[in-house]
Nanobody, 122 residues
């Protein structure tokens, strides 16, 4: 089993910053990609940023220049530094990992964190 545990959400004023963390643990042989998604009530989950094993990063257009995704591969941990937060960034943020659990099988599975509320309010 693999678990992704998120931390770091909370309340921040517009223009402020927060850093989210996502720690993967359990039966992990290799992590191929990790990413952050967010979901507002009644809406589909959308990509915020993603990072591959080769450190190729992708950002949603509205997050470029404000959010930074990073990974500490030695700790199986991913971060999302969010700066210049806006009211519209208020969402539940989820981390995702594409993970190979066994060395003898190249099969990967998608895992999700529990979700972390980010509220931007003055």
């Amino acid at each position: 089993q693999v678990q992704l545990v998120e931390s770091g959400g909370g309340l921040v004023q517009p223009g402020g910053s927060l850093r989210l963390s996502c720690a993967a643990s359990g039966s992990i042989f290799s992590i191929y990609a990790m990413g952050w998604y967010r979901q507002a009530p009644g809406k589909q989950r959308e990509l915020v940023a993603a990072s591959t094993t080769c450190s190729i990063t992708t950002y949603a257009d509205s997050m470029k220049g404000r959010f930074t995704i990073s990974r500490d591969n030695a700790k199986n941990t991913m971060y999302l530094q969010m700066n210049s937060l806006k009211h519209k960034d208020r969402n539940v943020y989820y981390c995702n990992g594409v993970i190979q659990s066994r060395p003898e099988s190249k099969k990967t599975d998608d895992y999700w964190g529990q979700g972390n509320q980010v509220t931007v309010s003055s």
